[in-house]
């Protein structure tokens, strides 16, 4: 099997991962473990985990005028990040993190736009403008009374700020992987990452009842921290080697439908109107925003 097609299957797994994860972390929560608390366990494990391969990759040290970007960046990407999702997740369903966390290529364009004036083009601009209108349509029409989403709107507009807080995490980093190995820069943003995470998830961390975790929280518990958080930061570096960053970032599109499909026939959420209608903007926003421009297409 060539490297390509390792590649192709390292994405797929990462996709799948991310797909699963929506449900599988809204199990555990808050019965088991509290967000903030659940957080801890991430930055801590995939610090440790880091630190462990680390030996395999370069020894680098950080130079002191990247110390200030490091920073930006652990408080963007696993600090308010990580944060403001699994917060957002408890509040919500799954099917709406899965189709709102999709909104991240969107974001990513705008702050481009915005932070290194990117121009943007006319079917983009209409991508956005689509994408935010099925985001709005989930935040405004989809509210539902349930005993495990306490209170949906609030939960929507957490997962839309992850977006935000990510997309901007993917621009400031991007200096960073031009300069330091891969596992240099991830061993010491989930390190800083604990410290950030600290003051909003001590309390709930030193709450969670060990010797009473019964064993399905546990597994679960492991497969966010191992696989969501660590495998598939693994997964996308190595296909990020050989296949091109529009061919991974089309990997997007499976994630919400892989999301979805699991929550139902798990029996953790179901499918309404207004979900089925808000997805398919997403989707289609996401797709026309990530789409390349012909040549000769106008920009605004």
Same mark, same amino acid.
């Given at each position: 099997?060539?490297?390509?097609?390792?590649?192709?299957?390292?994405?797929?797994?990462?996709? !799948?991962?991310?797909?699963?994860?929506?449900?599988?972390?809204?199990?555990?929560?808050?019965?088991?473990?509290?967000?903030?608390?659940?957080?801890?366990?991430?930055?801590?494990?995939? &610090?440790?985990?880091?630190?462990?391969?680390?030996?395999?990759?370069?020894?680098?040290?950080?130079?002191?005028?990247?110390?200030?970007?490091?920073?930006?960046?652990?408080?963007?990407?696993?600090?308010?990040?990580?944060? &403001?999702?699994?917060?957002?997740?408890?509040? &919500?369903?799954?099917?709406?993190?899965?189709?709102? !966390?999709?909104?991240?290529?969107?974001?990513?364009?705008?702050?481009?736009?915005?932070?290194?004036?990117?121009?943007?083009?006319?079917?983009?601009?209409?991508?956005?403008?689509?994408?935010?209108?099925?985001?709005?349509?989930?935040?405004?029409?989809?509210?539902?009374?349930?005993?495990?989403?306490?209170?949906?709107?609030?939960?929507?507009?957490?997962?839309?700020?992850?977006?935000?807080? $990510?997309?901007? $995490?993917?621009?400031?980093?991007?200096?960073?992987?031009?300069? $330091?190995?891969?596992?240099?820069?991830?061993?010491?943003?989930?390190?800083?990452?604990?410290?950030?995470?600290?003051?909003?998830?001590?309390?709930?961390?030193?709450?969670?009842?060990?010797?009473?975790? @019964?064993?399905?929280?546990?597994?679960?518990?492991?497969?966010?921290?191992?696989?969501?958080?660590?495998?598939?930061?693994?997964?996308?570096?190595?296909?990020?080697?050989?296949?091109?960053? &529009?061919?991974?970032?089309?990997?997007?599109?499976?994630? @919400?439908?892989?999301?979805?499909?699991?929550?139902?026939?798990?029996?953790?959420?179901?499918?309404?109107?207004?979900?089925?209608?808000?997805?398919?903007?997403?989707?289609?926003?996401?797709?026309?925003?990530?789409?390349? @421009?012909? @040549?000769?297409?106008?920009?605004?």
């Amino acid at each position: 099997m060539n490297k390509r097609t390792l590649a192709i299957f390292a994405a797929i797994s990462a996709t !799948i991962i991310y797909g699963l994860n929506h449900t599988i972390a809204k199990g555990v929560m808050p019965d088991s473990v509290q967000p903030f608390g659940f957080i801890m366990l991430r930055v801590i494990g995939a &610090s440790i985990l880091f630190w462990g391969i680390s030996v395999f990759g370069p020894k680098e040290r950080i130079a002191k005028k990247d110390y200030l970007r490091i920073l930006l960046c652990a408080a963007l990407g696993m600090g308010f990040n990580m944060l &403001s999702f699994f917060k957002g997740l408890d509040l &919500s369903t799954p099917i709406n993190s899965a189709v709102l !966390i999709t909104l991240t290529p969107i974001i990513v364009l705008i702050l481009s736009a915005v932070l290194i004036k990117e121009k943007i083009s006319r079917i983009k601009m209409g991508g956005i403008f689509i994408g935010f209108l099925g985001a709005l349509g989930l935040l405004v029409l989809g509210e539902e009374i349930r005993q495990d989403a306490p209170n949906i709107p609030l939960g929507n507009t957490l997962i839309i700020l992850n977006a935000i807080f $990510y997309g901007s $995490y993917l621009i400031v980093v991007k200096t960073l992987l031009h300069k $330091y190995h891969p596992f240099t820069i991830m061993k010491w943003l989930f390190t800083l990452g604990i410290i950030i995470c600290l003051p909003f998830g001590y309390e709930e961390l030193m709450a969670i009842d060990w010797k009473v975790l @019964p064993f399905e929280a546990a597994w679960k518990i492991i497969f966010v921290v191992v696989g969501t958080t660590f495998l598939t930061y693994l997964f996308n570096i190595f296909a990020l080697t050989q296949l091109k960053a &529009s061919t991974l970032s089309a990997f997007v599109y499976v994630q @919400p439908l892989l999301g979805i499909i699991f929550a139902v026939l798990m029996g953790k959420d179901s499918l309404t109107t207004i979900k089925i209608l808000a997805a398919s903007l997403v989707l289609l926003g996401v797709y026309l925003a990530s789409r390349k @421009p012909k @040549p000769g297409a106008r920009a605004v």
